[in-house]
């Protein structure tokens, strides 16, 4: 009997005007609909929800915000790889990325699978002729058509490999269960043979991103978009080169010997390209030089700067591909874009002046995933000259209230001496070291010069609420000084005398408060407004204030990735001006310029600030030098020996200057990538993930080299010591026990067990 399966059609409208991206109810529809001009249209349309199956679920933020040097996750299993958290039936390590990968769930089949079977369907048609209509007619349009699902189906391909390696991939669209589950992996060679072949087709097809009606058709295929692909694939292939050997599980006929413990090394082997570096260069070159439409944002800012009734940011020209959605959440799906319930902060007390979550601070943060970790916050090295550091994180808060029940601007706070105010109150002692310390230069406008009285409120309208130091021990804020600021203060280091207190948290005495040694924050205990939290994917436009969902497009390639894609590709070929070049292309863009404010913690409190100018530290703050040649690198900067290479932070196993390179380029796409998912793409295919997490990730890492506190509780807290027990193969993900159980070989016969080991990825 011949059988028909419904295709769910995963589409929305864009959040620029008009849409490409148009959905159709049908209630009943065959396979012969596909073939038509309108089905076939609507069947690739739907396979550009490759970029959106993994901000909507929990799958995605937990399969790339875990696995990574600079993300610490909030589940202490999770964060120091417990084998109760990493095997072939834990769900962050097997289940979720499965998930991802593929699942039946609210009457719809979504993940990659899925998306690749559609791509291939759309392929197929369009090959074998049997495409109606205007695909028939114009073999331009086919040809352009079947590229963007070659587009998507590389992009789907390029996941799994990042998450499993060596992987099925079926090249023939399926509408049957089949005969058996004989799923050969694919070597990661094949694999990128193949993508890179589908995307030099899709290059030569797609039009310039200067011929796209950016209205109608923005988010589409463009030749853009496929070089700037090319760049990263052909770079991730010369990375890995040298893994190619039985040394690291690769066998002579080019499969992998997952019994070999450094398997996970060479299951990141793709191919040993000579021309490879220099394929990244052109292809790159391409995007950069050559588009004549791309280029960086001026302001790092504004490319997530997200206002009420404002998706100016989402057309950004230094987007090159991004994941749309549309705007107050029309044809989004089940939950839209939910990426900021995944990693957004808490902010809202009472008694610091933000009683209630507002529209345009944030919403429901209860599914987060994970926080960023002192290494992340510390690879802002100079945080008053490199603005992606405020301009990534809530470092402060002003006071507020909710504007209204719909999206609404929020409303002042109280003033300090209104009935309604009900922020922290003045101690003698803190009113006391205020007024001799620090009202003599506050000059902030809010605070009109008041003095701290004894028993009356801290905070008022317009004044900051809660403020982050990211400090070291060395550079701790001394404990009266923090306490007697007329806001919040949360500090990574305390200094109370001879004591040194580790992200200690504050106990309420009364209407005031103290902070408490016997307690911390951080390492096993992160607080979710125990640190900054990142607004990348704040949505003031979300429907509800308190929900999970979300109608900000989403940045997939953005051209400051495709200058270090370059960059590394020249470092690389030991044309270090060329690449210093490109780095230096990035940084300046992130440097301070005159004219613009800081953050007031980042002018007052945050060490370093003693070497701005005295009106630098006054408000309103403005930024007086450019802090552009304080942004500069030069080849110092992986010497190994320079104060400016030792502050990266490198691995020791980075002993060559091609080692300290490689990892200075990570840190750079660390620091502009801040909890964007391809960071993990970067760090993964770099063959560097699991010596940076084993070095700089405490929780993940079984080294002692941290500072000690003395807020321990019960001998637990900031011991200096790693709490880990993190494992190289932990890179890749397994598959699931209950899948391998599944597998047949090609007769249909169930695997025995020395071959479902074979299966599975080392270490699971």
């Known amino acids: 009997m011949k059988k028909y399966f419904l295709i769910s059609i995963l589409a929305g409208s864009v959040a620029c005007s008009d849409s490409f991206l148009e959905e159709k109810m049908v209630s009943v529809i065959t396979q012969d609909y596909f073939n038509t001009e309108v089905g076939l249209e609507q069947l690739i349309v739907g396979t550009y929800d490759a970029y959106r199956v993994s901000k909507q679920y929990n799958q995605g933020p937990t399969s790339f915000f875990n696995?990574?040097?600079?993300?610490?996750?909030?589940?202490?299993?999770?964060?120091t790889y417990s084998a109760s958290s990493w095997n072939a039936t834990a769900s962050t390590s097997a289940t979720l990325p499965q998930q991802l990968g593929g699942e039946y769930t609210s009457s719809s089949l979504l993940g990659y699978y899925p998306i690749i079977n559609n791509c291939n369907r759309a392929i197929q048609t369009i090959e074998e002729g049997k495409a109606l209509g205007k695909f028939a007619e114009n073999a331009v349009y086919a040809e352009l058509r079947k590229s963007e699902a070659l587009l998507n189906r590389a992009y789907c391909i390029y996941i799994l490999n990042t998450l499993y390696g060596d992987v099925y991939i079926p090249r023939q669209y399926t509408q049957a269960m089949p005969e058996n589950f004989n799923y050969v992996r694919e070597t990661s060679e094949s694999l990128f043979r193949q993508i890179i072949g589908d995307l030099r087709y899709a290059y030569d097809h797609l039009p310039n991103v200067t011929e796209l009606n950016l209205k109608s058709d923005f988010g589409r295929g463009t030749k853009q978009i496929a070089a700037h692909f090319l760049a990263k694939l052909y770079l991730n292939r010369a990375q890995t080169a040298k893994y190619g050997t039985t040394e690291y599980g690769r066998n002579a006929d080019g499969t992998i010997?997952?019994?070999?413990?450094?398997?996970?090394?060479?299951?990141?082997?793709k191919g040993n390209v000579a021309t490879d570096l220099d394929s990244c260069i052109w292809f790159a070159s391409q995007v950069i030089d050559n588009s004549g439409y791309?280029?960086?944002?001026?302001?790092?800012?504004?490319?997530?700067?997200?206002?009420?009734?404002?998706?100016?940011?989402?057309?950004?020209?230094?987007?090159?591909?991004?994941?749309?959605?549309?705007?107050?959440?029309?044809?989004?799906?089940?939950?839209?874009?939910?990426?900021?319930?995944?990693?957004?902060?808490?902010?809202?007390?009472?008694?610091w002046g933000i009683p209630l979550r507002t529209w345009e601070k944030g919403g429901n943060t209860s599914s987060r995933i994970g926080y960023m970790n002192d290494f992340g916050y510390d690879l802002f090295v100079n945080k008053h000259a490199d603005s992606r550091y405020e301009k990534s994180f809530y470092i402060e808060h002003t006071t507020g209230l909710r504007g209204g029940t719909t999206p609404t601007p929020d409303l002042e706070y109280y003033a300090y001496d209104n009935a309604n105010n009900a922020t922290y109150t003045w101690t003698d002692a803190t009113a006391e070291y205020f007024n001799a310390n620090i009202l003599p230069s506050y000059n902030r406008e809010s605070w009109g010069g008041r003095s701290a009285v004894a028993g009356q409120h801290k905070m008022g309208a317009g004044d900051i609420a809660i403020a982050y130091v990211e400090n070291t021990k060395e550079t701790a804020i001394d404990i009266n000084e923090a306490i007697s600021q007329p806001f919040y203060v949360r500090a990574r280091w305390i200094k109370d005398g001879s004591k040194y207190y580790y992200r200690v948290p504050t106990k309420d005495v009364g209407t005031t408060y103290e902070y408490n040694?016997?307690?911390?924050?951080?390492?096993?205990?992160?607080?979710?407004?125990?640190?900054?939290?990142?607004?990348?994917?704040?949505?003031?436009?979300?429907?509800?204030?308190?929900?999970?969902?979300?109608?900000?497009?989403?940045?997939?390639?953005?051209?400051?990735?495709?200058?270090?894609?370059r960059a590394e590709a020249y470092g690389r070929k030991n044309n270090w001006a060329a690449a210093i070049e490109d780095i230096n292309k990035v940084r300046f863009r992130a440097a301070y310029k005159k004219g613009e404010s800081r953050a007031e913690v980042l002018a007052r409190l945050q060490p370093g600030h003693e070497a701005l100018t005295e009106s630098e530290q006054q408000y309103p703050y403005l930024v007086e030098n450019d802090m552009t040649e304080m942004m500069r690198v030069d080849a110092s900067f992986w010497d190994g020996a320079s104060e400016a290479s030792k502050a990266e932070s490198y691995p020791p196993s980075a002993t060559s200057t091609e080692d300290r390179f490689v990892n200075f380029i990570l840190n750079e796409l660390a620091r502009e990538f801040t909890f964007e998912m391809h960071y993990y793409e970067n760090l993964h295919h770099s063959g560097w993930q699991a010596e940076r997490i084993a070095y700089n990730n405490q929780m993940a890492s079984s080294l002692n080299r941290w500072d000690t506190s003395d807020n321990l509780v019960s001998g637990k807290g900031q011991t200096g010591?790693?709490?880990?027990?993190?494992?190289?193969?932990?890179?890749?993900?397994?598959?699931?026990?209950?899948?391998?159980?599944?597998?047949?070989?090609?007769?249909g016969a169930l695997l025995d067990d020395a071959a479902k080991k074979a299966y599975q990825n080392y270490g699971y």
């Open 721 to 747: 010591s790693g709490q880990g027990s993190f494992k190289p193969q932990y890179t890749f993900k397994a598959f699931t026990q209950s899948m391998i159980n599944m597998l047949t070989d090609e007769s």
């Open 257 to 269: 010997d997952n019994l070999n413990e450094k398997s996970y090394l060479g299951m990141l082997y």
């Open 517 to 565: 040694p016997a307690a911390y924050n951080g390492i096993d205990l992160p607080s979710a407004n125990g640190q900054p939290q990142t607004f990348k994917y704040l949505d003031p436009n979300r429907n509800e204030v308190d929900n999970y969902y979300g109608s900000r497009d989403v940045p997939i390639f953005r051209l400051a990735e495709t200058y270090l894609l």
């Open 294 to 351: 791309h280029a960086l944002e001026a302001d790092y800012r504004k490319l997530y700067l997200r206002k009420l009734n404002d998706y100016s940011e989402e057309e950004s020209k230094e987007l090159i591909l991004s994941c749309v959605y549309g705007q107050y959440g029309v044809d989004n799906g089940r939950y839209g874009n939910r990426l900021a319930a995944f990693i957004g902060g808490d902010y809202s007390n009472a008694k």
């Open 67 to 79: 696995g990574l040097d600079i993300i610490t996750s909030k589940t202490a299993n999770d964060a």
